[in-house]
């Protein structure tokens, strides 16, 4: 069984829900990464994305497009990424809880390296599975067949425009979890999650078991009370990344005690 199954499997029981955190592989430099990566497990992430930076991201807001910017102005290629992710595997944080690593990454990077090759360096670099927010479901099939083979899980994502049938065809094809976004939009940081978001996941958790996490706008503990009884877990990004922009200004054990001090809160709200 996939590690990303095994987590929702050990949380279905108590009715827990799963805490994700996404940050961005090598903003400011690869060691920083490794360090947030082993920070956000210690203060409560059951799960962790790492974003592979790309110089035209799809989806992102301006906060992650920034560290990715950051990123790449640093000198971090994908074969970096990759490495950062087999360092953070190989931490006794993650070995010990046995966290599971996805990555996000834009389709050009996983076409340009090929997708085999891309699927075999994920699967060597400690990756459990991917989300891959720019594939579209008509062009997923291989390589969530390779994802498969070499047994990762590749994510989907639907949006609140998703209509239903559509919706439940991306829930078919996805596996490990469901992303659901949250707004209509790009990722970052709101002051309110829509309420619209539980009629979907309302429509979703009718029709398929598959796991469903929230992502997009969600940075407070007030947005997680709104959302966990209703999803599976919960995903933010750009309230960690926001915090890493001061990296090389700031020691980074002070920011990350602030990040750690964030996510116990957000996970606190999560699972009370």
Do not use: W
Request: hydrophobic share 40%; aromatic share 4%; proline share 6%.
């Amino acid at each position: 069984m996939n590690a990303i199954d095994q987590v929702f499997q050990r949380l279905r029981a108590p009715g827990r829900r799963a805490f994700l955190p996404f940050v961005t592989a090598g903003d400011p430099d690869v060691e920083s990464t490794a360090a947030v990566a082993r920070s956000l497990v210690t203060s409560g992430a059951d799960l962790i994305e790492i974003g592979f930076p790309y110089s035209d991201p799809i989806a992102d807001g301006p906060v992650i497009q920034a560290s990715y910017t950051r990123a790449l102005a640093g000198g971090v290629r994908l074969d970096d990424v990759f490495a950062c992710s087999r360092q953070i595997a190989d931490s006794s944080e993650v070995q010990e809880k046995g966290t599971p690593l996805l990555g996000m990454v834009s389709y050009s990077l996983v076409l340009r390296r090929g997708p085999q090759a891309f699927v075999e360096q994920s699967r060597r670099s400690g990756l459990s599975g991917l989300i891959v927010p720019d594939l579209p479901l008509e062009e997923s099939a291989e390589l969530a067949r390779l994802s498969a083979d070499a047994g990762l899980c590749l994510v989907q994502l639907v949006t609140p425009t998703t209509p239903l049938e559509r919706a439940l065809r991306i829930a078919r094809q996805s596996s490990g979890f469901l992303y659901c976004v949250s707004v209509t939009g790009i990722t970052g940081e709101r002051e309110q999650v829509p309420i619209q978001v539980r009629e979907l996941l309302g429509q979703l958790r009718r029709e398929t078991r598959l796991p469903l996490c929230v992502g997009f706008g969600i940075s407070r503990p007030e947005h997680v009370r709104l959302l966990r009884e209703h999803a599976g877990g919960i995903i933010v990004g750009s309230a960690i990344v926001r915090r890493m922009e001061q990296a090389g200004q700031r020691p980074l054990e002070e920011i990350l005690a602030e990040i750690g001090d964030l996510v116990k809160g957000l996970c606190a709200a999560l699972n009370p």
